[in-house]
């Protein structure tokens, strides 16, 4: 396969994951069903001239969106306080005031209303895990629950936001080009955020799931983007280097937000990363297997803390014989159901105290501050472990 980002070179295979749970943000009311629910085969091939990395073995019909999925981040008030940020920084760069928004793979639109809200545009928001009501809504925006056409019925958009989507893509590239064709001679603006490859491929890689097609460092991310007739404005990593954002324009006038760009060493440094995955991935598996039956070996009630994709894909690979005490999450729409492949319940955060945990595990650093502040305040003194 050509490299979608660069298409200058064939991809290279890395690293094999075997198989994996292909619905990691479903969770399902029945253990059965959630035992029941697919795996999916994850290899990953890398691009030596751009390190852009992307799932080999990616079937696009094995994964299809609807609102039973639940990817939301918004429940985390580390996770609020960095998107309101965002409008702010948003609303400030760019002519927002009066001007018409796209924002594809919208989520429950709590972004977008924001956006609308603080900026005074208007926005459309698409997304097939959209699970409110459809059509307009007091904040300017309007919803669809579903993704959109990209064709002459997409209203004419003066910016385009995709947060947490453009990785979840079988053709990222074409996205792009039709993005591109769509704003025609128009000044557009667009802003994307992904999860940044560099921390991915750099860890244990507990974020490299299923619906995550593609893997983006600054470079690759940059070279896509160009490639598909965009100028960059502006890359950058955030929320503790766990995500990467690229603001984009065509069309626009004067230079460049920025004119600060990644170089060829922070691509030769990516794929030094991506050199060392397989084996360190590996690694951390059998790490974690091992440090899991052990906590439980001592009485510890170990706990994962987060039952998110990534909570879901170290279950899968690290405890998939149901060995911690107890898998618990702040979003109540999981409380009382079942993660995919390896069945673990969900219980609310009070699971802690109650079982007198002395381990908390978590997979998401991003959120260390947070978890520590709750497990104060219900008076648990439990050692908290970053997976
Ligand atoms: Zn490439």
């Known amino acids: 396969m050509t490299c979608p980002a660069c298409g200058s070179a064939d991809l290279v295979e890395l690293a094999d994951l075997g198989t994996i749970p292909v619905f990691c943000g479903v969770h399902w009311a029945s253990r059965a069903e959630a035992l029941a629910s697919p795996l999916g085969r994850m290899v990953l091939g890398y691009c030596p001239s751009c390190a852009y990395v992307r799932n080999l073995a990616f079937d696009p019909t094995a994964l299809v969106y609807d609102t039973t999925m639940d990817t939301n981040l918004h429940h985390s008030p580390a996770f609020q306080a960095f998107s309101a940020d965002l409008v702010k920084h948003l609303v400030d760069r760019y002519p927002l005031a009066g001007a018409t928004v796209l924002d594809i793979g919208c989520g429950q639109g709590e972004f977008l209303r924001e956006l609308c809200h603080v900026a005074g545009c208007r926005g459309y928001g698409y997304d097939a895990m959209y699970a409110g009501p459809t059509g307009p809504d007091g904040s300017g925006a309007i919803f669809h629950s579903g993704h959109p056409l990209l064709d002459d019925t997409t209203p004419r958009f003066d910016f385009v936001t995709s947060r947490h989507w453009f990785e979840h893509l079988d ?13 025609a001679d128009r000044p557009v603006y667009g802003y994307l955020e992904v999860p940044d490859a560099c921390y991915d491929l750099a860890t244990a890689g ?16 940059c070279r896509v983007v160009e490639r598909a007739g965009w100028r960059v404005e502006a890359t950058g990593a955030l929320f503790a280097g766990m995500f990467r954002f690229i603001e984009i324009s ?20 990516q794929l030094a990363a991506i050199g060392g995955f397989a084996g360190r991935h590996h ?11 052990r906590l439980a070996g ?12 990534r909570g879901v894909q170290f279950l899968h690979l690290a405890d998939p014989d149901g060995l911690l005490a107890a898998v618990v ?19 609310p955060p009070e699971r802690v105290a109650e079982l007198g945990s002395s381990a908390v ?27």
């Open 361 to 387: 595990v978590i997979t998401n650093p991003a959120y260390r501050t947070e978890i520590a502040a709750a497990l104060e305040t219900m008076g648990v003194a439990a050692e908290l472990l970053v997976a």
């Open 283 to 293: 690694a951390e598996r059998d790490r974690w297997r091992q440090t899991v039956a």
């Open 329 to 347: 999450d702040v979003n109540a729409r999981k409380w009382g159901r079942f993660l995919p492949v390896t069945g673990h319940e969900v219980a």
């Open 171 to 183: 053709d990222p590239y074409g996205f792009l080009v039709r993005l591109r064709e769509l704003a």
């Open 250 to 269: 065509v069309n626009a006038a004067g230079p460049p937000k920025t004119t600060r760009r990644p170089t060829e060493a922070d691509r030769d440094r």
């Open 206 to 221: 507990w974020e490299v799931i299923y619906p995550h097609v593609s893997y983006f460092d600054a470079y690759s991310l």
């Open 298 to 309: 001592e009485g510890a009630q170990p706990v994962l803390w987060g039952a998110g994709s």
